[in-house]
């Protein structure tokens, strides 16, 4: 996949890359190998989890996405802000501050997507309550609010795909708001704390169009607005501005929603997982029905959530640490929600926020659509494995021999690829095999 892809935004610097097949074994899904001293994204297998960007130690991975050169002065241009991005600034700076600096920065307005997670946290609790009034409803509901987890599930737990809350993201709402409020040629903005959500901008899922023109790298840009923040003229230190919504840290969703349905007199048994490792273990979980006692499971590929995003500044303890100035429990707003919400949620329509589109499982470790040659071909793996020595050193370009057997097999890898088998034929040719032995 090196080169420019519609479908993702991870892409790989060649000059950069050592072919260390660090990025080798820390992919989830397997979608890297080293081949020619130089590493290669699988485009069927990669989820844009940005988990290479994180761990590459020559910064040779990186994610393809608009600088700040790329706004238009001919334009309107709306920025979207993700509460994420709050949480990279110490606490001399407010909300407020952080915004003005933004529109220093040539953004004509900002919109906070915050206001549109408490949207869809009652959307989510509608859905939930009807979905689960029906007979035999699918347990446990898994959030689809994490691209890289949607696209994780298409790759390898297609299964539960039908198991997706069925919501558009909540950048994407915030989009839609942005798009009806201004002019027909305003650009709008996003600045993303991962590559998932940058790729959602341009192959959406459950959608066909986003109404997002441009993505922002958060980390690319966190230079130029702490240059602008130290500019203002007065730094407001007494802002009362307040968050009243914090999906972007682990278990954030479940439980603001869980808040609505406590209001109602019901309640939702949710569980929340984040950081790879855990992730697919929920999702091993799920798929082998062992979570069917849970309503509603929150996924976050990132470790915390957003705010543990590869493309962020701070780390994940610190931007969670910095984000509780901006308490949601002392907001009006949120108060007021909360004590309405049995009216508010008999009187909505919640159409305009669900998916338009089915998500179509891609699973990349499918061999065969003909059941016979599948079936040679894992037999043929099994064999191709007893010839490999165990260790999942990653030194053949691939993240383990069980992987590497299947390149074989696929025939994109050839046995002697692997040092080990190399080393043990080298030995055959000097010594033979009783000296060996």
Not at 14 to 31: L, S, W
Not at 172 to 197: G, H, L, Q, W
Not at 418 to 434: A, I, P, Q, S
Request: charged share 25%; glycine share 4%.
């Amino acid at each position: 996949m090196n080169g420019i892809s519609e479908y993702h935004s991870v892409e790989l610097q060649d000059d950069r890359c050592k072919g260390c097949t660090i990025c080798v074994t820390a992919c989830p899904v397997e979608a890297i190998r080293v081949h020619g001293g130089k590493a290669h994204i699988l485009e069927e297998k990669c989820i844009d989890c940005g988990e290479c960007i994180r761990v590459c130690p020559n910064r040779a991975k990186y994610a393809i996405t608009n600088t700040i050169k790329d706004i238009s002065p001919y334009k309107k241009s709306v920025v979207l802000t993700d509460p994420t991005l709050y949480a990279q600034f110490n606490e001399r700076f407010t909300e407020q501050d952080i915004e003005q600096a933004l529109q220093s920065l040539g953004f004509s307005s900002v919109y906070k997507i915050s206001d549109t997670e408490k949207e869809l946290s009652k959307v989510a609790t509608i859905w939930l309550q009807n979905h689960f009034n029906e007979k035999d409803a699918l347990r446990p509901i898994i959030s689809s609010s994490c691209p890289a987890v949607v696209r994780l599930i298409q790759v390898r737990f297609p299964s539960l795909i039908e198991h997706l809350l069925p919501l558009i993201s909540p950048a994407e709402v915030c989009a839609k708001k942005a798009r009806k409020e201004n002019d027909t040629d305003t650009e709008i903005y996003f600045i993303s704390p991962c590559p998932a959500k940058i790729t959602i901008t341009r192959s959406p899922l459950g959608y066909n169009d986003s109404q997002i023109d441009k993505v922002l790298n958060m980390e690319d840009l966190y230079l130029p607005i702490l240059g602008a923040l130290n500019k203002l003229p007065h730094i407001n230190t007494n802002s009362n501005y307040k968050i009243d919504n914090q999906w972007c840290c682990s278990s954030g969703e479940s439980q603001s929603i869980n808040n609505l349905f406590l209001k109602t007199k019901k309640s939702l048994k949710w569980l929340n997982a984040s950081g790879i490792k855990q992730t697919i273990d929920m999702l091993e979980n799920a798929e082998d029905g062992t979570l069917g006692n849970f309503d509603f499971l929150e996924l976050n590929i990132c470790q915390g959530g957003c705010i543990g995003g590869p493309l962020t500044i701070n780390p994940q303890p610190v931007a969670e640490a910095l984000l509780r100035r901006y308490n949601p429990e002392k907001s009006e707003n949120s108060k007021t929600l909360c004590n309405n919400t049995e009216n508010i949620l008999a009187n909505s329509d919640i159409s305009s926020y669900l998916f338009t589109s089915v998500i179509i499982s891609r699973p990349s470790r499918l061999l065969s659509n003909n059941f016979a040659k599948a079936r040679k071909m894992m037999e043929e793996i099994e064999s191709t494995l007893d010839l490999l020595p165990g260790f999942d050193c990653g030194s053949c370009g691939a993240p383990n021999c069980r992987a590497f057997a299947e390149d074989i097999v696929r025939g994109n890898a050839k046995l002697d690829d692997c040092v080990f088998v190399m080393k043990r034929r080298y030995e055959d040719l000097l010594f033979g095999n009783k000296t060996r032995n």
